[in-house]
């Protein structure tokens, strides 16, 4: 972390090494999706992080993102309609509001920091959201829920939810206060999306370069677990698990094959689909 800079200004960072992480997948011949605006987003800071990211721990870490992005493109449209709100939490410099299809009539509202909402917006000024685009500063630690109200956000009607790359920066305490408030939001018919990683992955002695890489940069990984519908069934969602290898094997961009959910122990991390 550089001299200066807070912990969510760290974590808020971490967007523009995604944002290059997409750039590069959109340059593939055989790219698992399509972002024209990822390079512009990531700007020559985001190259750099990237290059000292392979470095440090190998191409294969940047998979894992390449895969998620591919698997909440395919979730969200899928999603939508009959949804219409779409709420992107800790959305950093995702551009999927503009180069994602929408039905007609969604909104997609983005919440992240004031900073990192004003970075996206002069980096894509010249651009049009392919939806009715609503960009919200809010800190997500704190309660942000009549933020989103007051921006349109109708609680009486079905939502779907995305928490993409944000739940292993968070304590325990702070995840759980987080998937209670989307559910507080949350009509009958919603869906709920968001990745994480394992307990077993997070402890491993294979992230562990990628955890000292996260810590000097100020955006330690601080939560992991192996059962991670138990995140959103105690409230009263129903939870389908994946394991990151499966979808990633089946588009040819992972390093091992899938292991059934029910065997113990495995370094892995997971996409969970909820709905209520």
């Known amino acids: 972390m550089t001299s200066g800079q807070t912990p969510g200004q760290a974590v808020a960072d971490t967007g523009v090494l995604v944002a290059a992480i997409r750039a590069e997948e959109n340059r593939r011949p055989d790219r698992l999706f399509t972002d024209p605006f990822a390079q512009k987003l990531a700007g020559e800071h985001g190259r750099q992080m990237l290059a000292e990211a392979v470095a440090v721990s190998g191409d294969k870490s940047t998979l894992q993102i390449v895969v998620r992005t591919r698997f909440w493109d395919e979730a969200l449209l899928h999603a939508v309609p009959p949804v219409k709100q779409v709420v992107i939490l800790a959305a950093g410099l995702d551009a999927r509001a503009y180069r994602l299809p929408w039905p007609d ?3 997609v509202f983005e919440l992240d920091q004031p900073a990192v909402i004003a970075a996206k917006a002069e980096a894509l000024a010249g651009d049009a959201p392919r939806c009715r685009r609503v960009a919200i500063g809010v800190d997500l630690t704190k309660d942000w829920t009549d933020s989103l109200r007051s921006n349109g956000f109708d609680d009486r009607q079905p939502s779907v939810w995305l928490m993409e790359g944000l739940l ?5 305490s702070a995840v759980r206060a987080l998937f209670e ?3 507080a939001l949350s009509a009958p018919g919603s869906v709920l999306l968001y990745d994480i990683v394992g307990k077993a992955l997070l402890d491993s002695v294979m992230l562990a370069p990628v955890r000292e890489q996260m810590s000097r940069n100020g955006a330690p990984w601080l939560f992991g677990t192996d059962s991670p519908e138990q995140l959103c069934e105690p409230l009263g969602w129903s939870a389908v698990v994946t394991d990151v290898a499966e979808p990633g094997n089946n588009w040819n961009r992972w390093f091992a094959p899938a292991v059934p959910l029910d065997v113990p122990g495995v370094p892995r991390g997971y ?3 909820a709905t209520k």
């Open 271 to 273: 996409f969970v689909v």
């Open 168 to 172: 292993q920066y968070l304590d325990e």
């Open 105 to 107: 009539d969604t909104t």
């Open 181 to 183: 408030r989307v559910d």
